[in-house]
């Protein structure tokens, strides 16, 4: 029976962490004096300046210097040569929502599988956007280099940049509650009131995609028909999964533990309703960093899941949505408002 506060007892979640360091990656103190850079970013390769360009990559620069101080093994200097930009959407409190997209390193067009990967949409977990930028620096290697990305590691700028890190966002919206989730408006703020007992960190906001962060995730998959997501989240240590495909059961040593899902979630919108799967990563500890080894199983092990598992369909076309049909919807197992079903 299809119920307003819909919770399928048939996704899970599970993580793990595996990790291989990469060289350049140098884990940093944090709290200490950054000097702002008194030169602006590397000009291009010519040499030649582009006022424009000059422009974006003094913002990028800047809000770099502001990554260094507060991402655990991310230095400014990693951020400025991980190659993002803006990209054109702002958070809430107008902060530059930072992108980078990579297309396949020999066909250098659309083709490959569409991943968008997305950190830190929750602000306060710290990780979720180090990993990623971790990860960024082994897109052009095999087997990524066959895909196409859009990577986006700090999906929450605000709650990330907050003097405090937060959650939510500058509105107090948890965004993982704000996409457009069918009948969003009575089961979402139900859900809230009922199952997290008015949790401020877990406010679903005033209406589906209300916030500019969640609004530009969704009109990137619009834009961009990513054919898996990723969503990288701490400290639950666990892998979750939703969406039209065999689960995933174990990235390094995070394993698949069914959890739940939520109204406006983003595995949810996408995984259920969209048949787009989502790919949740939650790993063990918001502040401080898997081992490097740990780290690189989890990519490894997360790409050889895509190669099996994501079919390689032309820009556009449909992946069989089989999930929305075949997820049953029920009450929880569990109380509702447990830690761990309260979190994503
Ligand atoms: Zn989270």
């Known amino acids: 029976m299809v119920h307003g506060l819909q919770i399928a007892a048939a996704l899970g979640t599970s993580l793990c962490i595996v990790a291989a360091l990469a060289a350049s990656v140098v884990p940093s103190p944090k709290g200490g004096p950054t000097p702002v850079p008194s030169a602006p970013a590397k000009l291009p390769a010519n040499g030649q300046a582009n006022p424009l ?9 800047s809000w770099c210097v502001q990554i260094g101080k507060r991402l655990p093994g991310v230095t400014s200097e990693q951020c400025r040569k991980s190659g993002l930009s803006a990209s054109g959407g702002l958070s809430a409190r107008g902060q530059p929502i930072m992108v980078r997209r ?3 390193l020999k066909t250098g067009d659309s ?3 569409r991943i968008l990967l997305l950190g830190g949409i929750h602000g306060d977990e710290l990780t979720a956007s180090a990993v990623v ?9 095999a087997p990524a280099q066959d895909f196409s990305w859009t990577v986006v590691p700090a999906a929450n700028p605000d709650g990330l940049l907050a003097p405090k890190p937060q959650r939510v966002n500058a509105h107090g919206v948890d965004l993982n509650r704000n996409f457009p989730t069918p009948g969003w408006q009575q089961d979402a703020p139900r859900y809230w009131a009922r199952a997290t007992g008015n949790d401020p960190r877990r406010f679903p906001g005033k209406a ?3 916030e500019p962060e969640s609004r530009w995730i969704s009109a990137e998959m619009e834009r961009f028909q990513p054919q898996v997501i990723i969503s990288v989240h701490a400290p639950f240590g666990v892998l979750d999964f939703d969406g039209p495909a065999p689960t995933p059961h174990q990235f390094g040593r995070l394993l698949f533990n069914p959890v739940g899902v939520y109204p406006g979630s983003l595995g949810n919108y996408s995984g259920v309703h969209k048949n787009v799967p989502v790919i949740t990563i939650e790993l063990p500890n918001a502040q401080t960093m898997p081992p490097p080894a740990e780290i690189k199983r989890i990519w490894v092990d997360m790409l050889g899941w895509i190669q099996h598992n994501v079919p390689n369909v032309s820009q556009g076309a449909q992946v069989p949505a089989q999930a929305a049909a075949s997820i049953p919807y029920s009450q929880p197992h569990a109380a509702p408002d447990q830690p761990i079903s309260a979190h994503r």
């Open 208 to 210: 589906p995609l209300s």
């Open 102 to 104: 990579f297309v396949p």
């Open 133 to 141: 930028f971790q990860w960024m620096q082994w897109m052009q290697t």
């Open 111 to 113: 083709h490959g599988v």
């Open 53 to 61: 360009t000059n422009a974006s990559s003094n913002a990028t620069a």
